[in-house]
């Protein structure tokens, strides 16, 4: 079975600094990798996704993520932050093989400030 | 507007009552996921569906059951909700589980207490 980690609950950070959210997982398979973001009173929506390829993916809202599989991470970035992305990341696996799973880290609240 | 609907919005139910949330895609998805998300746990899969008439259990499924009758519907039923099953449900489609077509696409999500 797949896990996900999410290292930090909660992340503060001020308007235009950049931000990481890191994600580790654990599998013994090939997975395909995702990003999701949660605003408030919202449901989930894709930031971005590894499938294969390229390590560093870009994603919507100027995100990347970068696949280590050495590390078995998964870490989201962006070079400067606004307030409009104050919203609770959600990194998730799939299983190549057992495809109909997923499983989600436990979430991660980025709180930009002014 | 093409997705995912809902509903109800959010429902306040009495131990033992039984209770249907529905979900209904319009993207025409071949898969279809129910999940529940707590506090710091995350979402956890209850059951899921690869194609109509076709069901599976997820990390979660004891005191919930689904049902896959078309593509477009999947309802979640709570038979005798317990109050720990008060959470917030999400419900996600995918087209094509399995290939590079496998992102989820999410529902608004109905909030559910259990008294």
């Known amino acids: 079975a797949q896990s996900v980690t999410q290292l930090d609950s909660q992340v503060p950070v001020f308007e235009e600094a950049p931000v990481e959210l890191r994600c580790n997982y654990s599998?013994?398979?090939?997975?395909?990798l995702f990003w999701y973001v949660q605003y408030p009173n919202q449901g989930l929506q894709l930031l971005l996704k590894?499938?294969?390829?390229?390590?560093l993916v870009k994603g919507i809202n100027g995100f990347e993520a970068e696949f280590n599989k050495s590390q078995t991470s998964f870490h989201l970035r962006k070079p400067s932050v606004h307030i409009s992305d104050t919203a609770e990341y959600f990194c998730?696996?799939?299983?190549?093989?057992?495809?109909?799973?997923?499983?989600f880290g436990s979430g991660t609240k980025l709180n930009v400030k002014p | 507007i093409a997705g995912i609907t809902q509903a109800p919005t959010s429902q306040i139910l009495a131990a033992g009552r039984r209770m249907t949330l529905r979900c209904t895609q319009d993207?025409?998805?071949?898969?279809m996921y129910w999940y529940r998300q707590d506090l710091g746990l995350g979402l956890r899969l209850i059951h899921y569906?690869?194609?109509?008439?076709?069901?599976g259990k997820g990390e979660v499924p004891d005191g919930y059951s689904v049902s896959r009758a078309n593509t477009d519907d999947f309802p979640l039923t709570l038979a005798s909700a317990v109050p720990s099953q008060t959470s917030v449900y999400f419900c996600?489609?995918?087209?094509?589980?399995?290939?590079?077509?496998?992102?989820?696409?999410f529902g608004p999500g109905t909030r559910l207490t259990v008294l």
């Open positions: 996600a489609s995918s087209q094509s589980p399995g290939t590079v077509y496998n992102e989820q696409f």
């Open positions: 599998s013994s398979v090939s997975v395909y």
């Open positions: 590894y499938l294969s390829g390229s390590t």
């Open positions: 998730a696996v799939s299983d190549r093989y057992n495809f109909n799973k997923f499983y």
């Open positions: 993207m025409r998805h071949n898969a």
């Open positions: 569906s690869n194609t109509a008439g076709t069901t």
